[in-house]
């Protein structure tokens, strides 16, 4: 999670829109409820200009597009989305429109159109103009926020790991709190961050850009904001991609993501093992063990000792403790450039002459806009079970079958205390439209792990193919390096081609 630019809370294309968009907080629950058929806003026109950013493609540009705060009242008040183009550097190649849809909750297009639009043009061979947005809450684009105080915006408070003997009355307390505080100050616009209203906003960016369909790349979260679109328009799909897929069980949906990771994290682990007792580290002081069975022990060993002797970083007032160091490695396996650096945390805490330091993810609160996006949209688009006794006995029991992650994953959240119930269940994903989506997974990922990505398949039937790749990490197309897996992509959005069934792709 990373921190963005911002922009004004509602900034729009007229006086009459900023004028109409402050009174947002006053506007009842913008869930995403029945939209009547009749109810369409006026297709807004983009202007664009140039904005390339230090590291990106030198002609990005620019826009904000307008979409109603609430669905229902289409010339109700208007947010605005900060969104992006990449034009086909080959306009005579060109065959249509391509959107990167990011991850998160929480997670910026724009910027991810910067980080991957030059490596992405340079696979499509000007086939596309290649387009993202920032959703609703997030970047550019009208934010939200709770007025949560610093310490409960740390990643590892947001996210509840349990006290050191698996207690879980301080999450209780802050996950109430934090229920509390959204409910006071995050008004309409919070309440209308959700998936359907993601969904509704891609498609008014379609119309926008004048286009029929679309193609699109969507990446973990991304991936069920794709899918969702996919049920919702049919007709206005292309070429479709997702890149890391979740369980799309629509009872659960970011509750089951959560409680799946322990089980990602899981997988992943002997990964980063046998990388952390290949001989080849010994060189660089970060080789841990001798033999990758000895990891394993080795890290749940140091999490407990910190767990009761936490120790001092240069981080002043944030000692590393066991919960911390859980947290690091559950970050870390997202990628093995950030092995060493996990290493290097290890070898510190174990050395009583070191002081650890922290990665500023682990160090740093999270701004107050950030936090909130990234627990409005799971907690606006499903209602989360009671009662709050049950979460201690879940907690226990996932302690003990996954103590990488020490039962954070099924944790009482602040979503066990939202003030606002779910305007409806998402819609459930189905096989029923046309057979234009190809999925790509890594087997090995710790964010969305492969089990939750089989029901996804399986609930995409005929319309998906589905390419597993033999590899670790949370991302696959243009991530993990693997030629099969970015061929195969990168043919399917060039020419439509797919594999006749599901396939494999060697490590």
């Given at each position: ?5 911002r ?12 004028a ?77 429109t391509?959107?990167?849809i990011?991850?998160g ?10 980080q ?15 387009v ?153 002081g970060?080789?841990?063990?001798q ?56 070898e ?31 907690c ?22 996954h ?28 096989d ?24 996804m ?6 319309r ?44």
């Amino acid at each position: 999670m990373t921190s963005y630019a911002r922009r004004g809370l509602f900034r729009a294309l007229s006086a009459t829109a900023v004028a109409a968009a402050l009174t947002a907080t006053a506007v009842p629950a913008a869930h995403a409820g029945a939209v009547p058929a009749a109810a369409a806003a006026p297709v807004p026109s983009l202007a664009w200009r140039d904005c390339a950013r230090p590291g990106g493609p030198a002609d990005q540009e620019c826009a904000e597009l307008p979409v109603p705060l609430d669905y229902r009242r289409p010339d109700g008040p208007q947010l605005t989305l900060a969104v992006s183009r990449l034009r086909s550097d080959r306009p005579a190649a060109r065959r249509g429109t391509l959107i990167v849809i990011p991850g998160g909750p929480g997670s910026s297009g724009v910027q991810r159109l910067t980080q991957k639009g030059a490596a992405l043009r340079g696979q499509l061979d000007g086939a596309y103009d290649i387009v993202s947005l920032d959703p609703r809450g997030v970047g550019g684009s009208t934010r939200a926020g709770c007025g949560l105080d610093a310490a409960d915006r740390h990643l590892v408070t947001l996210r509840s790991w349990p006290a050191a003997d698996g207690g879980i009355a301080a999450n209780t307390a802050r996950s109430r709190r934090t229920a509390e505080a959204c409910a006071r100050n995050g008004g309409a616009v919070l309440r209308s961050l959700t998936t359907a209203n993601e969904v509704r906003d891609i498609d008014r960016f379609r119309q926008a850009l004048g286009e029929e369909k679309l193609s699109a790349w969507g990446v973990s979260y991304g991936t069920y904001v794709s899918a969702q679109y996919a049920q919702k328009y049919p007709q206005h799909t292309d070429r479709w991609v997702l890149d890391s897929s979740g369980d799309p069980d629509p009872s659960r949906v970011g509750r089951g993501w959560l409680a799946n990771a322990a089980v990602g994290v899981e997988d992943r682990m002997p990964d980063f093992a046998a990388w952390a007792a290949d001989p080849a580290r010994a060189d660089a002081g970060l080789r841990l063990a001798q033999r990758p069975a000895e990891v394993r022990p080795l890290f749940l060993a140091l999490a407990a000792k910190l767990d009761r002797e936490p120790k001092e970083t240069t981080t002043p007032g944030a000692p590393l403790t066991g919960t911390l160091l859980r947290q690091a490695l559950q970050t870390a396996l997202y990628g093995e450039d950030a092995f060493p650096q996990l290493a290097r945390l290890i070898e510190a805490a174990q050395d009583p002459a070191a002081t650890p330091v922290l990665t500023p993810d682990l160090a740093q609160a999270m701004t107050d806009e950030d936090a909130a996006v990234s627990i409005g949209v799971i907690c606006n688009d499903v209602r989360w079970p009671g009662p709050i006794s049950s979460y201690g006995p879940a907690v226990a029991a996932d302690r003990a079958a996954h103590p990488l992650t020490a039962g954070m994953p099924v944790n009482v959240t602040p979503c066990a205390f939202w003030k606002d119930a779910p305007a409806g269940q998402p819609a459930r994903i189905t096989d029923r439209g046309p057979s234009d989506i190809l999925m790509i997974q890594n087997r090995r990922d710790p964010a969305t792990p492969y089990s939750g990505a089989l029901k996804m398949r399986a609930a995409l039937g005929g319309r998906a193919r589905l390419v597993t790749v033999d590899s670790g990490g949370h991302g696959s197309y243009l991530g993990t390096g693997n030629d099969c897996g970015d061929r195969t992509v990168t043919r399917f959005f060039t020419t439509g081609q797919r594999p006749e069934h599901d396939t494999e792709c060697a490590g």
